[in-house]
């Protein structure tokens, strides 16, 4: 089942957030679409207002509309603090869109509300009262990610023994979260399934996240690549969105690129830094096509992700320099020390 896509409304106490839900809730599910709605309630869905807000987005028609924080959930329709990807996997299944109060952190695209109007992720703004306007929006927001995403799959390498590190790389957490987490919920709703290719983390990903071990152990990350191209190619899929667990700072502005960038007629479209020759293999969308000259690399030992790319003329997004540090991975504890002391 296609993971549905997240937008975020974010904005200060009392500017207006759960009322243009309301509204956008009527005016969208009006026009067929089936829409869940999701309150972030900072200090815990058993306060009152979280239960209020929830009913009232309910009322509006979210199916269903769900308050989460750190002491639970609050669910009106048919721990840990849970993420807007957790939430939707476990409760809005077959919904076209969750709409998400709050979680300005996260990485879902987001409409923000002040006292000027609403800002849209796109740096569309409109009128305090334009709602039909933003239900507009939304809706072709919607139809550009479903297209954009449309039959790819996104999966994490975690399969490497990373042995420079000394410890589990799958295991990574970075500004007190866990890599893995971080970018499943970078993944969600951009890509119609999330899975994790290689050994079997553990506590690494959320439990909506799909896995799957390598089917060539030892053969690097182009083992894993093969490992999620069957996946893909099991699932009725045409591509799958690599990204290795080693690559704490890759963000969704990234993924859209590439997404946005890719060409469905190469093998593979992958990232590349600027004034660089070499396209970044994990971060990248290897088309099935790519599975069969794959194969016959893997039985021939050439294991270079980086040389595989060069063979079938991978296509290249270039990526603009202020992004470049999303692509940075961390192979050892200086690097992670380096990292962390960057920001």
């Given at each position: 089942m296609r993971a549905p896509a997240i937008l975020c409304v974010t904005g200060e106490s009392g500017s207006g957030k759960t009322t243009l839900l309301e509204a956008l809730l009527g005016a969208l599910t009006a026009s067929g679409l089936r829409v869940?709605?999701?309150k972030h309630a900072a200090c815990g869905p058993a306060a009152g207002a979280a239960g209020k807000?929830?009913?009232?987005?309910?009322?509006?028609?979210?199916?269903?509309?769900v308050a989460a924080g750190p002491g639970?959930?609050?669910?009106?329709?048919?721990?840990?603090?849970?993420?807007?990807?957790?939430?939707?996997?476990?409760?809005?299944?077959?919904c076209d869109l969750v709409l998400a109060e709050g979680y300005k952190h996260s990485p879902h695209e987001k409409l923000r509300v002040g006292p000027d109007g609403v800002s849209a992720a796109d740096g569309t703004g409109f009128a305090p009262q334009d709602h039909d306007a933003v239900a507009a929006w939304v809706r072709r927001w919607l139809q550009?990610?479903?297209?954009?995403?449309?039959?790819?799959?996104?999966?994490?390498l975690a399969g490497g023994r990373s042995r420079r590190m000394g410890f589990d790389k799958a295991s990574l957490r970075v500004d007190g979260r866990?890599?893995?987490?971080?970018?499943a919920e970078t993944l969600a709703g951009r890509v119609e399934e999330v899975w994790v290719i290689g050994r079997a983390p553990g506590g690494g990903p959320p439990g909506w996240v799909r896995r799957r071990l390598d089917r060539r152990p030892d053969?690097?990350?182009l083992g894993g690549i093969e490992t999620a191209l069957h996946a893909a190619a099991g699932g009725g899929h045409a591509a799958a969105l690599v990204v290795a667990c080693d690559m704490p700072r890759l963000g969704p502005e990234a993924v859209d690129l590439l997404l946005v960038g890719r060409d469905r007629t190469a093998a593979a479209t992958a990232l590349r830094l600027p004034g660089t020759e070499a396209a970044e293999p994990l971060a990248a969308v290897y088309e099935v096509a790519a599975l069969e000259p794959l194969r016959r690399a893997l039985d021939e030992g050439r294991l270079s992700a980086t040389a595989f790319l060069a063979r079938v003329e991978a296509a290249a997004v270039e990526v603009p320099p202020d992004m470049a540090g999303q692509l940075a991975n961390v192979n050892t504890p200086e690097d992670l020390e380096g990292l962390q002391a960057g920001g």
């Open positions: 869940a709605a999701i807000d929830s009913r009232r987005l309910a009322a509006a028609g979210a199916r269903p509309a639970g959930l609050v669910v009106e329709g048919p721990s840990e603090e849970m993420s807007p990807a957790e939430v939707a996997a476990g409760l809005c299944g077959g550009r990610r479903r297209k954009r995403g449309e039959g790819v799959i996104g999966a994490i866990g890599v893995l987490a971080r970018l053969c690097g990350p």
